[in-house]
């Protein structure tokens, strides 16, 4: 018995912390380095601001 | 001086009246921050499609309602364990196709996916529970509590993913994988391997079982980065549900396994 209420106010407790702790963004110690994952491929968003630049270039001549 | 210049010195205006989309014939004039290049996902500034992309408020609620089926699923299979092979198999393709098919689906199969994964955990947490009084809701506490304090860590920044973590989780998921891979042809013979039996109370059982149940709580950090980053990125809803999905599979993993520890513990005594 005593199992289960140990193990389960456990479950609980961290339950609410993750539904809680969850929803909030992640600090700027985690988020603001140049380390990070890229998932996204954010590389790539230079050289569409290139072509954008290059294709309002081509506009203006 | 190029009219450029203002460009380069204030950035590019965030102001949805400014932008033009590939879609409508004209280029398009979004900030960076804005733009998924390359990820084939897009997303503009538009207010009215604000509410059209992934938030982490979005992820967390679906991981609880992916949770709930999960719970409700595992409900049937504890009283109906006869399931418990069916689901698991159901459950094992489900996940296939909602990775490689359509992650765009997850809305749909995700849900599914936790229900029968569900009947699977109800099942097998019976046999287990059958052999050692009490190990499910041990299981239960130590999983959630495991998934609490590494979300701890993430958001304070204790935990930082970067690509060699990934690399380093990654490297050694592979090797679970071809570990159990082997062991799953082995058994076709009549055989396997005793190390990943939950009956082997074996040190090195043990070792080996703490080391794959590292690796499972480890790959939760790159889940929440995951959603985090998407977060960021402002990703299409419906990658909420795959966030939360990809949750689910590592969750779910990570309870089998802490079972299976557990079981091999209690096998000493």
């Known amino acids: ?61 | 001086m190029s009219k450029h210049s203002a460009i380069n010195r204030f950035g590019r205006s965030r102001n949805p009246a400014f932008s033009r989309n590939f879609d409508q014939g004209g280029f398009r004039t979004q900030s960076s921050s804005e733009m998924n290049a390359g990820s084939g996902f897009r997303t503009t500034s538009s207010v009215a499609e604000s509410t059209d992309i992934m938030t982490l408020d979005g992820a967390v609620n679906k991981t609880g309602i992916l949770l709930a089926l999960c719970f409700t699923g595992a409900a049937v299979g504890w009283n109906i364990p006869a399931l418990t092979l069916p689901a698991g198999i159901l459950g094992f393709i489900l996940a296939l196709v909602t990775i490689f098919r359509s992650p765009s689906k997850a809305g749909t199969t995700a849900p599914f996916y936790a229900l029968v994964q569900g009947v699977m955990l109800g099942g097998i947490s019976l046999m287990y529970e059958n052999l050692y009084d009490g190990i499910a809701i041990q299981a239960i506490g130590l999983t959630f509590g495991i998934l609490a304090s590494l979300l701890v860590c993430y958001k304070s920044g204790l935990i930082k993913p970067t690509e060699n973590f990934r690399l380093m989780v990654g490297a050694g998921i592979g090797g679970i994988f071809i570990l159990y891979m082997v062991s799953f042809v082995m058994s076709f013979f009549g055989s396997g391997i005793s190390l990943l039996s939950p009956t082997n109370g074996s040190l090195m059982s043990i070792g080996l079982s703490l080391g794959i149940v590292c690796f499972a709580s480890l790959s939760l950090v790159l889940d929440f980065d995951y959603i985090e980053e998407g977060a960021e990125k402002g990703l299409p809803k419906y990658m909420e549900w795959y966030g939360a999905f990809s949750l689910m599979v590592t969750l779910i993993w990570l309870y089998l396994e802490i079972l299976r520890l557990l079981a091999k513990i209690n096998s000493r005594r």
């Not at chain 1, 809680?20 to 601001?49: D, H, M, V, W, Y």
């Open chain 1, 1 to 61: 018995m005593s199992n289960a209420l140990i193990f389960g106010g456990m479950a609980a407790i961290s339950l609410f912390v993750f539904f809680n702790l969850g929803k909030i963004k992640a600090s700027k110690n985690q988020t603001n380095r140049n380390n990070r994952i890229n998932r996204f491929r954010e590389s790539n968003q230079q050289n569409i601001i290139e072509s954008d630049y290059k294709e309002e270039k081509k506009d203006e001549e």
